[in-house]
């Protein structure tokens, strides 16, 4: 860019998100902005890898988490923790109590920093509570963590804690870089990615992330169907229901794919070891059954701080790219109306919904406990965990004058009417697909967890997966009731 004005729109810098932005000023906070950082060739995943380290400046974060990653820390609660990881976790976490509260002004200025701060901090946030002994009822989260942590989120409009961008779209990079000049084709990149971080180094936890980025990848196509669906919707003669038909038929096509991605989970990630010992590192406050509090530290250091009140972590239910799907179908009225949670959906950027009246729901306190209206439905809460451009998109798409499903009930076009529940009942055996991973790897595993625990004279701890397991079957159901011809 140094061939461009400086006043170019390019060059100018980030804008903070607490100063006024001028009319009619673009967003410049990353290159796709304009167009809510949906990439034409990556989709909801950024165009180029992401960042692997933070600059010198913030090296004592990096350091931390390289130094928790290679010491092999071990879960609080795993079965025969030996004294010897209890203290090697013990001394880890005293290097974190010690480190200096770093600033963040200078990462406001790059949203591609700020994101990387994110997934380094709320990754070290999650060892420090995750390592910490069970017998510790508060958990206390050191200002040096808390500070910079809630600065960045405040930048980010996202809560502190991991969610699936951290996991997922800012978690890879290529085993081996494509070649310079060869145009980037998402589907011969599936098998292609690494991931940056994580707990376990097992191909397990890799294995889990990169199920997700495939999907996300291969995930484009879908995308780039919309886009010409909305196109020809906007013409509605006869022709454009011919193509709108054809592009129905070709979108069930990658849905389709996209569950195969989701079932190959299985040949890289075993259950036990994902419930055991994967599961446990990302679960946030909201999910923990044990009910120990996370106490942020150091608030009063910065007066524009607040008390976090979402800390969900990461969830599939927070992927831009099913939403999108859900929306675009008119599916997201029958998907996202059930399984409310206690929690309020209005975050910096939410706009009130009004969603259509659902049957009551079963408990979700899988997925958070706490308590309080008014009620919306967990999957429109997860939109809170998204990155804020890919909310825009979503709103965007949500705002389309011209809806397909009200084109489709509309038109008597039977062969239009049958290719659009062809594309919903994709979907629905995406969710079906689902459903089996949630039985699989959370439900199954729960059971005999507490199987095990009530042979040794113990007490069950609550319901183990089947809230979980409940909430996507609920969804999958919702999901069928959306069909024009077969209801």
Not at 356 to 368: E, L, M, V
Request: hydrophobic share 40%.
């Amino acid at each position: 860019m140094e061939n461009l004005p400086p006043n170019h729109f390019l060059n100018l810098p980030r804008p903070d998100a607490f100063s006024p932005t001028p009319a009619g000023a673009p967003d410049t906070s990353t290159l796709a902005a304009h167009d809510f950082d949906v990439d034409t060739r990556t989709g909801f995943m950024p165009p180029e890898s992401p960042l692997t380290r933070l600059p010198s400046a913030w090296e004592p974060w990096e350091a931390v988490l390289e130094d928790a990653i290679r010491s092999k820390l071990q879960l609080a609660d795993k079965p025969g923790l030996s004294d010897e990881d209890a203290a090697k976790s013990e001394r880890w976490r005293n290097r974190v109590r010690e480190l200096p509260i770093l600033p963040v002004t200078d990462l406001k200025g790059s949203e591609i920093l700020l994101r990387r701060a994110h997934h380094v901090l709320a990754w070290i946030m999650h060892f420090y509570v995750h390592t910490t002994p069970m017998t510790t009822r508060n958990i206390h989260i050191p200002p040096p963590i808390t500070v910079p942590h809630l600065q960045v989120c405040a930048q980010l409009q996202l809560p502190p804690v991991l969610t699936y961008s951290d996991d997922v779209l800012y978690n890879w990079a290529f085993k081996t870089p494509p070649a310079p000049g060869v145009p980037f084709v998402p589907k011969q990149q599936l098998h292609n990615l690494r991931c940056l971080t994580l707990f376990t180094g097992t191909r397990d936890e890799e294995e889990f992330y990169l199920s997700s980025a495939r999907i996300e990848l291969r995930g484009v196509e879908a995308l780039s169907l919309m886009r010409a669906i909305m196109d020809e919707a906007f013409v509605g003669d006869t022709i454009a229901v011919r193509r709108i038909t054809t592009y129905l038929r070709a979108l069930a096509d990658v849905v389709a794919d996209m569950q195969k991605l989701l079932a190959g989970v299985r040949d890289g990630c075993d259950p036990q070891v994902f419930y055991d010992e994967i599961r446990p590192w990302f679960k946030g406050a909201d999910s923990d059954t044990t009910g120990r509090k996370w106490v942020f530290d150091g608030l009063e250091l910065d007066p524009t701080l607040e008390e976090p009140t979402e800390l969900s972590g990461p969830s599939a239910g927070q992927s831009s790219l099913i939403h999108a799907l859900d929306i675009f179908l008119g599916v997201d009225r029958y998907s996202h109306t059930n399984f409310s949670t206690g929690r309020s959906a209005q975050g910096p950027d939410s706009s009130p919904q009004t969603p259509s009246p659902a049957p009551a729901s079963p408990s979700t306190t899988a997925f958070s406990s706490a308590p309080g209206p008014p009620k919306v439905p967990f999957l429109t809460r997860m939109q809170l965990y998204m990155p804020r451009h890919h909310r825009a998109f979503l709103r965007h798409l949500q705002s389309n004058p011209r809806p397909l499903r009200r084109l489709v009930e509309q038109s008597e076009d039977p062969a239009l009417q049958e290719a659009y529940d062809v594309a919903v009942t994709a979907l629905k055996e995406f969710r079906d697909e689902h459903v089996r991973i949630v039985a699989l790897y959370i439900l199954i595993p729960s059971r005999r967890a507490a199987s095990a625990l009530q042979e040794a004279g113990g007490a069950p701890k609550g319901t183990g997966g089947t809230d979980a397991f409940q909430f996507v079957k609920g969804v999958r159901d919702q999901t069928a009731g959306a069909l024009l011809l077969r209801r």
